[in-house]
């Protein structure tokens, strides 16, 4: 340790941005890059989740968030199925990452902070605001556009666009 740090020598600030990505929008991604100039590691961690039925498999999103954040070499994908907090411990993770895009995200950010800050002390839930250019940005209205084969180019990386029209069934 030095004068100008609290860290012991080689210790890394390891963060975890959680969601259930499905798929991945621009939105994510911008917190994606700002979040990994922040910390050493950055872990996109997909929730797999059973209770829920999303679009694309846990493989399919994790596939897509791999693509899409391979020119940032300190992010790494995984997933986790249950307890986020219990998570963080087995990856040595310090700090949650989430987006915040308007008033109606507080409510059930702080909800969720809190009951992890409940769950373990040590972990600390960190906001970054989310470019207001995709304020209005959700992977559900991602999938609605690209279900009625509205554009959605400015939304989401071009991978992402292709994995949508393969789901929709659409050739172009
Ligand atoms: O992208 P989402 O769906 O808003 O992400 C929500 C997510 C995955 C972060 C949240 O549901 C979660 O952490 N679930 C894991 C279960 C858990 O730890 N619950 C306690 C905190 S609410």
Excluded: C, W
């Excluded at 791999?66 to 199925?81: A, H, Q």
């Excluded at 995200?105 to 992890?116: I, K, P, R, V, W």
């Excluded at 991602?142 to 989401?156: M, N, P, S, W």
């Amino acid at each position: 340790m030095n004068a100008k740090s609290s860290r012991a020598e080689g210790e890394h600030r390891i963060a975890v941005y959680p969601g259930s990505f499905d798929p991945v929008t621009f939105g994510h991604l911008d917190i994606i890059r700002r979040a990994a100039k922040q910390f050493d590691r950055l872990i996109v961690a997909v929730l797999n989740n059973t209770s829920k039925s999303p679009l694309f498999t846990v493989e399919e999103r994790k596939g897509l968030l791999l693509e899409v954040t391979k020119d940032l070499p300190n992010v790494e994908i995984g997933s986790f199925r249950d307890l986020l907090v219990r998570y963080m411990r087995s990856q040595q993770a310090q700090v949650i990452v989430r987006g915040i895009r308007s008033v109606t995200d507080f409510e059930y950010e702080l909800q969720m902070a809190s009951t992890n800050r409940q769950l373990d002390e040590g972990i600390e839930t960190i906001f970054m605001m989310t470019n207001p250019k995709y304020s209005y940005l959700s992977s559900s209205i991602v999938k609605e556009i690209a279900k009625f084969d509205g554009a959605v180019q400015d939304l989401v990386p071009p991978s992402v666009e292709a994995a949508l029209r393969g789901k929709f069934g659409r050739s172009e």
